[in-house]
């Protein structure tokens, strides 16, 4: 038996490169933005608070960490200010998902345009994911919960110890299960919803079946996959450290000299070097961008192959692929 997975490896090389050839800054610019957000990451650093134990007795109504509420206050508004936007980013690239895929399927950059058409299906695949994301988050949260619990509040953590390490096997197997469900969401249910203009759970009930059917397949694709993102990422991490690296030559030359002439501490200084390191991460930004649109774009359209070629009524490039030598 033939492994779509393997066949369309070299035959995604053609179709991304058709696709993305005759390279304009325009068209990659637009590729970029949907990359961004959909191919793309935010993590927000995290922040401890180092403070001694208050001295004397607490007092009801006392915080015993001795934090002020004025600082929790601004605290909680941090994190439901992160959250917020946490979320608002979540759905531009949920929206984004259907924006890449009707670009991939018709050859055509249009941001304007597929998000017009798309947008509501992009707020209900962004709730399919907040309502599989939560229960996850809380699962996770509740296994570190039997450690922190106790040592927080002094507790023997002996018996939530050994519950805590029972539960990493499981944790684990149901972290792999929300994984594939979330990633054949992206990779085959997006695509089937824009070809029958449905919802989530239209689209997983005409996918379920075929996953059923060849499922062989499909695990194939999951590992073949997995390769191919790890293999590019080395490739893209390499591309963008040498890059980041050309960049901090003339960076460091800058802060050299600002050193000799007026100090990096001075106000003058840091007037000069601000601007210059806030350039400077722009331009990473900007950089590692770009260098993910072929990987993206090579990805997405390795996975619409061989949805298409394990059920054929799920092609959705039938119609609207680029033309290459290769097939």
């Given amino acids: ?129 907040v309502a599989i994301g939560l229960p996850m988050l809380a699962l996770f949260g509740g296994w570190v919960a039997l450690l922190a619990v106790p040592v927080l509040t002094g507790r023997d953590p002996a018996r939530s110890a050994t519950a805590f390490l029972v539960g990493i096997p499981v944790l684990a197997l149901i972290s792999a299960g929300y994984a594939l469900v979330s990633g054949f969401t992206t990779a085959f249910v997006v695509p089937l919803m824009i070809q029958s203009d449905s919802g989530v759970v239209a689209a997983w009930r005409r996918l379920w079946p075929s996953v059923r059917a060849a499922w062989k397949q499909y695990l194939a694709y999951v590992a073949v996959a997995f390769l191919l993102t790890v293999a590019t990422g080395v490739v893209v991490s390499i591309a963008v450290a040498l890059v980041a690296f050309a960049l901090l030559v003339p960076v460091l030359v800058a802060v050299a000299i600002v050193h000799a002439t007026v100090s990096v501490t001075s106000p003058l200084g840091l007037a000069l070097l601000v601007p210059l390191a806030v350039l400077f991460g722009v331009a990473l930004l900007v950089v590692g961008t770009l260098s993910q649109v072929p990987v993206v774009t090579y990805l997405r359209y390795y996975a619409l192959l061989v949805l298409g070629d394990i059920e054929e009524s799920f092609d959705i490039l039938a119609d609207g692929r680029p033309s290459t030598e290769d097939r």
């Fill in 1 to 129: 038996m033939a492994l779509h997975a393997v066949e369309n490896v070299e035959e995604a090389l053609g179709v991304t490169r058709a696709f993305l050839t005759p390279v304009t800054v325009r068209r990659w610019l637009k590729l970029a933005v949907v990359v961004f957000f959909v191919g793309g990451g935010v993590s927000f650093p995290t922040t401890q608070f180092s403070t001694s134990a208050p001295t004397g007795e607490v007092s009801p109504g006392e915080i015993p960490s001795g934090l002020p509420v004025e600082l929790l206050t601004l605290a909680a508004a941090v994190v439901a200010v992160g959250l917020l936007l946490l979320g608002l980013f979540g759905l531009v690239g949920a929206v984004m998902e259907f924006v890449l895929i009707e670009s991939l399927r018709t050859g055509e950059v249009s941001l304007r345009r597929h998000w017009r058409r798309r947008w509501r299906q992009g707020i209900r695949l962004f709730g399919f994911r």
